[in-house]
């Protein structure tokens, strides 16, 4: 087992059997964490550093949770309290940390295409821990994860991903894993929160929402960053809300009645899904973020295998 | 006489010259026969001579940042590309825009001895974009154009002011269309390539929209403008509907070659302003030099320190080098193609800059300047960081290889480049 390949930089370059092989490596993954003792000395001797050069809670605790539950060694670099601060650059930052003898690098950059660009020039394993508004694949597997337990078959669903889907690597990376899989997205936003070019992506589009709701079997959201009206992509919240907004009586009224809700967090309450949805019946946002844990401690270890193995270093 | 080349393939475009023959040198010019001792004699069988290449957009950062290219560095690359004369952009710190600093350049280059070295002088005042800068005390000084570099002079009514004025010297006025209100933080051209990167955008429509308020504005005032750096088709669409003989332009090697899916390496040497844009842009453009619609091709010499470039994209300085491959990268990729002849490629290298920038330099004539480039058009090479002259390595043509290789470069008679020495003139 193991993937052959240094780093996971995007579901770009991963093939449909190598995201199903980390999905299936994660629920033996989740097995360890349903143990009363959730701890595995799997990665014992790994050292694994988590670089982040932007503010994050969910992504970086997961990672540090799952490197915990795999025994491994870790240390948390954040941008804050660097010296990043003092101007070295990010590539003197990454050498520093690589020659004290770390196995992987988590990173979280602002610019896209840093970790592929430290890739190239470090040793250590890069897993890309989001990039600007490039790529978040571990996020996207983690939502491929989610829905493969609650749907028989990931071909042929129909998803609909709402909200800010041009400054998104959320959606980026969970589009490009759903089409590998075969659903069938739609995305919608206003004009200005959707790229002038769609047909990389192979999506159909809607602006409305009212349109877009009707017979999907799940609706991504994704959280609406309050700049965005400061940088006049949106008139107003107000206005955001009473066209976007995912509501109680915009479900009863346009949308199948088994669709669920799911939403990469941290969630705006009351802005781009209405608070008591959040937490209904429809909502799968908990589930996904239980599973995070799970996946990273999959890439972690299926990373690390070339490293365990002796065979390919 | 001071020089005589023989067996060498005289090729000038301008003036239907085609053969292979003996040029004979004397003070400097070109000489029908001479009766004098012989100074210096150069068997160039199977070598190429064209009028030296001129160019109309490089930097050379002296003054203010020598530490990444110096008058000297950025000679030898020039010759080493084959160019003869070579107009440096005024973002030098200071900037051109007092003779005491055109003085400096002129001084400074005579010491180097090489290529000839032109300084453009800025349209306002610190390249701020209020005041005209004393355009008559830069002319005067031997200032050969106007342009704020970099910086795209945003007020239209300075931009209409410039062009009036310069109207005192018949030189052009030089602009960065680029509207930056439209490109802000953008890293690379906005189109499907920078969405899925995830990269802030640079529109063609920031380029585009300020060529057309520059050749509206040319119309209007009958002042020259120069636009630099053309790179999309819409550009072109404009100065085609616009063009008069007061509106020329030019465009970089790597706009000619270069597509917008080059950046999917996150490499830093495919980022500059403006930045590469589509396969069509550039079939656009290809089209655009053989038309002659675009007259010159600028090598856009922008070096830059590792330091500087080996950053993650978004941190990167805009900018790569160029004149030392200028002319074989266009050679191997768009002659030998059967793109564009090797007439044109010619014409754009020398006659055409020459005439727009009002330098009596471009052709083969008898009692024109004798500044020649001689070239191995058989010789191959492979563009590696070595192989540089200039201080800098940020070529986006690393890893090519290429044919055309510079053997000599003459300028007023003076060999100052021959097989990869550098020879000072002045000493």
Redesign the interface.
């Known amino acids: 087992m193991g993937l052959d390949r240094k780093d996971l930089l995007g579901i770009q370059d991963l093939s449909s059997n190598e995201i199903k092989e980390i999905l299936t490596t994660a629920e033996y993954m989740e097995e360890i964490l349903k143990r009363p003792i959730k701890k595995a000395p799997t990665l014992r001797g790994i050292t694994v550093a988590n670089l982040f050069f932007e503010p994050s809670t969910r992504t970086l605790n997961s990672f540090i949770l799952a490197e915990k539950r795999l025994s491994a060694d870790s240390i948390n670099f954040s941008a804050a309290s660097s010296s990043v601060l003092k101007g070295e650059t990010l590539l003197d930052t990454a050498k520093n940390i690589q020659a004290m003898e770390v196995d992987i690098m988590v990173v979280r950059h602002y610019a896209p295409g840093s970790p592929h660009f430290l890739s190239k020039r470090l040793r250590a394993s890069v897993i890309n821990a989001g990039d600007g508004c490039h790529e978040h694949p571990t996020q996207a597997l983690i939502d491929i994860m989610t829905i493969k337990k609650n749907f028989s078959e990931i071909k042929g669903l129909k998803i609909a991903i709402i909200g800010d889907i041009k400054h998104s690597r959320v959606s980026r990376s969970l589009i490009l894993g759903l089409n590998k899989m075969g659903a069938e997205i739609t995305v919608c936003a206003p004009p200005t929160l959707l790229p002038l070019w769609l047909e990389p992506f192979g999506v159909e589009f809607e602006y409305s929402l009212e349109k877009a709701l009707p017979g999907k079997d799940i609706l991504y959201i994704l959280r609406i960053q309050k700049e965005r009206q400061e940088e006049s992509f949106i008139p107003s919240i107000r206005e955001y809300i009473k066209n976007y907004s995912i509501t109680y009586e915009k479900l009863k009224r346009f949308a199948s009645k088994d669709v669920v809700i799911m939403h990469p967090g941290p969630i705006n309450r009351g802005i781009e899904v209405e608070s008591k949805i959040a937490d209904s019946e429809y909502s799968l946002i908990l589930s996904q973020v239980s599973s995070g844990v799970a996946v990273r401690m999959s890439v972690l270890y299926l990373l690390s295998q070339r490293k365990l193995d002796g065979s390919k270093d | 006489m001071d020089l005589k080349i023989k067996n060498v393939h005289l090729f000038d475009p301008l003036n239907g010259i085609d053969e292979v023959g003996t040029i004979l040198i004397d003070k400097g010019k070109v000489v029908k026969d001479s009766k004098s001792k012989v100074g210096q004699e150069i068997d160039a069988k199977g070598l190429y001579l064209f009028p030296g290449f001129v160019d109309v957009h490089s930097h050379f950062r002296e003054p203010g940042a020598e530490d990444t290219e110096t008058i000297e560095t950025g000679s030898r690359a020039a010759v080493k590309g084959g160019y003869t004369a070579v107009c440096l952009m005024p973002n030098t710190d200071p900037p051109i825009d007092n003779e005491g600093v055109v003085r400096f350049i002129k001084e400074k280059s005579e010491e180097v001895g090489l290529c000839r070295i032109f300084s453009i002088g800025t349209v306002t005042k610190g390249r701020k974009g209020k005041e005209l800068s004393e355009m008559s005390h830069l002319y005067e000084a031997g200032c050969v154009a106007f342009s704020d570099d970099g910086n795209c002079v945003m007020d239209s009514s300075i931009m209409r002011n410039a062009l009036e004025y310069s109207k005192l010297f018949n030189v052009p006025i030089i602009d960065h269309p680029e509207d930056i209100s439209l490109s802000g933080k953008g890293q690379m051209h ?4 920078s ?6 955008g640079i529109p063609g429509v920031s380029e585009s929209t300020v060529v057309a308020r520059d050749v509206l504005l040319s119309k209007f005032t009958k002042g020259r403008i120069h636009l630099a750096h053309v790179s999309t088709a819409d550009s072109v669409k404009l100065i085609k509907e616009w063009k008069t003989d007061k509106v020329t332009s030019e465009v970089t090697p790597h706009h000619l070659l270069l597509s917008d899916e080059e950046v999917r ?2 490499d830093s040497n495919k980022k500059m302003k403006p930045p590469l844009r589509t396969r069509y842009d550039i079939e656009v453009l290809q089209k655009a030099i053989k038309k002659g619609l675009i007259e010159v091709v600028a090598s856009d010499h922008a070096p830059h320190p590792d ?1 500087k470039k ?6 990167a300085a805009f900018g790569v080098t160029g004149l030392e491959t200028s002319f074989a990268v266009l050679y191997t990729e768009l002659v030998k193609k059967g793109k564009i002849t090797l007439d044109i490629l010619i014409k754009v290298l020398s006659s055409a800059p020459a005439k727009i920038f009002n330098l009596p330099l471009g052709e083969i004539k008898e009692g024109g300047t004798a500044d020649f480039t001689i070239v191995d058009l058989k010789s191959t090479w492979q563009v590696t960081s070595e192989v540089f002259a200039s201080k800098a390595k940020n070529s986006p043509f690393i890893g090519r290889k290429l044919e055309g290789n510079v053997k000599y470069c003459i300028v007023e008679g003076k060999t100052v480049f021959k097989n990869g020495d550098f020879i000072n003139t002045e000493k």
Do not use: A
């Open positions: 906005e189109g499907s390539v969405t899925e990167l995830g990269f802030k390496d996150f330091y080996e950053l993650e994209f978004t941190e």
